[in-house]
């Protein structure tokens, strides 16, 4: 077969397993594991082959026209580089071992059919998005993604928690949505075509009228689908959802497309000097401001929830600085190892019954209960944190170092600013992430107490998958930065002295000062008793997790912070932990500016509907009634009355017609 | 005989009737009125038959056979409604127009089905009359 029948086989496949999975779901329960797992492996495997076929060369395009439009064509396009290439391998692994987890981690759950089949849909969307060569045909993928994540982070719709926060993922993303549909067709009238090659050689040639307009109708797009200040906020509320589908957004899908938009399209964005300056900026808030709330979070999922948009700022950070290189090579890093922190963090749950860090941390030997989880949430953490020579070292440095050449001019058509910007945040960041990622550490594995309870093993299905993915977490990185260059036919993604030394040192610093912290916090830790389990730890893990989500603001009054003195994070952060705790206060910002004036324009709707619209509805009905009331009044059941009536009517015809026949 | 004396005859008689159905509170007093009405009838259509028949070259005289068939639709009308106002005597006592008032339109809508069943005779004894 072509490398293009493969390549559109890629999305297809997993889709095709969504339809059947939705399809047989309930009536051939037997077939539903496979359904899900197959083609997603399959898909893999073929995303494998048209990466080795493609081997970071020309790329490949192929396109067919779907429908005549009249004006601006729509064409059902492949566009394979050595970026798409490798992102789709990234998807394709990513998504099997969610798929291949998630049948341990909803071993009994009733809804597994539907839920497999979401997951299916949401990879065939998302490969969508990375082989699509048209930005119509990428939208649409765009948007199937924000509906599945609608359904699969409302999975636990029991608990209102789920059902608020997949409500407010689907409205924070379409908020982005609405002025990147705007962007794009202003992209496109400039361009006169949909297909990206054609709209990058008419930015080549200076073809675009309003590149600073476009270029931020486009980022609020991907603000809100890759979770960057101010559009944020839906992120660590999507923690009410499964663990292995937080792992499939957080790491391959849905956050990663905002960012790979913008590597496919940097040169519009390298048009308009504003434009990669406000992306600087929006990567530096974001980043230190993720990582300040990371440290304060004692939800372990929303912790990582937060180390996630910090990563993205990265990546956005690097795609600030024009190197979409590096920013690619963090997304694919970062994938392999947030991925693993999430199914890890899944076993820790499962194990633990809590998913709060301070209920962990005064539970004893839960790093025996769970070994593999241990291991590979460590391994995984030191990449997180950029310490040598683990993947995350290398990519991160690879964005610092882009930073660095923008300072210093070796870049072309960035501006200092955004280098500096995106430099000092993210020095900032990696001393917050080693923080955070410590504390995460400490208080998860190193907890005094009483013994953790003993729920038996756990799954192979969901073990076996967290090795599998320690594997790129310990060495990608060191093998990448040497190989990646070809593909992405750009700088060197080598780790410069200086960078790499302060960026380490930095790191080292934040984990030490939170060791420290701990130190000093952990003898009173034991003294304070705290903590909830779940009510049924025999259960499977999902269920398992929805208890602990829904008992977390019962138990610590937030779903987000417990009132937990023994936290390192409270001593490191001062009087800042009250506000880190709840974002900055974001949430209640919206709630001002957005969420109160809705709901006040709702209720003028309803005083107009009840008192003026039926106001007149009732006053129509009225006029029939009254005549009504005074025709029942003649209904006297006297015979001689009606007669009487009869009669003086038959006299009034009578006078009547005489007088017209005589002329009167 | 000129033609004014049977009519005028016959418009007194029907006067008589009406004012028989109008004001009469005895429901067989009412039923003679409109014997009194229908008679009234019959003598104009006798009457302006003859009227009409002598001018006329060659005539069928239907003026006179309507009458006719009108006594014999009064005749089984009257036997109808004499046995109407009958059965209505023998369930409620009396004849009495004035007090057969089931049709009224009351405000009450609980009234009790005795009444809805006694209804039935004085809606016949209203299309009578």
Redo the contacts between chains.
Sequence with gaps: MTTTTLAALVPLLPFLGAAAGLLLGRTAPGFVRPLAVLPTLASLVLAAVVAVRQGGGKAIDAATELTPTGSVPIDLALHIDGFAALVAVLVGVVATCVQIYSTGYLRDDSRYPSYAALVSLFTSAMLLVVYSGDLMVLLVGWEIMGICSYFLVGHYWETPEARAASLKAFLVTKLGDVPFLIGLFALAADAGSFRITRILSTVADGGLDQPTLIALLLLAGVAGKSAQFPLHTWLPDAMAGPTPVSALIHAATMVAAGVYFVARLLPVFEASQAAMVVLAVMAAVTMTGSGLAALAQDDIKRVLAYSTIGQLGYMTGALAVADRGAAVFHLISHGAFKALLFLAAGVIIHAAGTNSLAAMSRMGGLRARVPDAFWTMTVALLALAAIPPFSGFFSKESVLGAAEQAITGHAQGVPGAAGWIVLVAGLVTALLTAAYAMRLWLLAFNGRGTEAPDHGRQPRTMTVVLWVLAVPSLAFGAFAYRVLPDWFGGGDLAPTVATSVLGTGVSLVGGIVTYAAWRHTTSPAARIPLGAVAAHPEADAAQVEAEAIASHAPAYGGVAAAPDPADPGRLLLGPLHRHAAVGFHLDGVYRALFVRPVQAAAGLVRFLDREVVDTYVRGAGALPRWLGIAV??A??????T???AL?AGTVVLAVAAVLFATGA | MHLAYPAVLSALLFCTGLYGVLARRNAILVLMSVELMLNAVNLNLVAFDVWLSRAAEETLHSGQALTLFTITIAAAEIGIGLAIVLAVHRNRGTADIDRLRDTAESHDLDSPDSDALAATPSEKAEATA
């Excluded at chain 1, 209904?635 to 001689?640: C, E, R, W």
Aim: glycine content about 8%; charged content about 15%; proline content about 0%.
């Design positions: 029942r009044r209904q006297t059941g006297n015979v001689q009606y007669v009487s009669l």
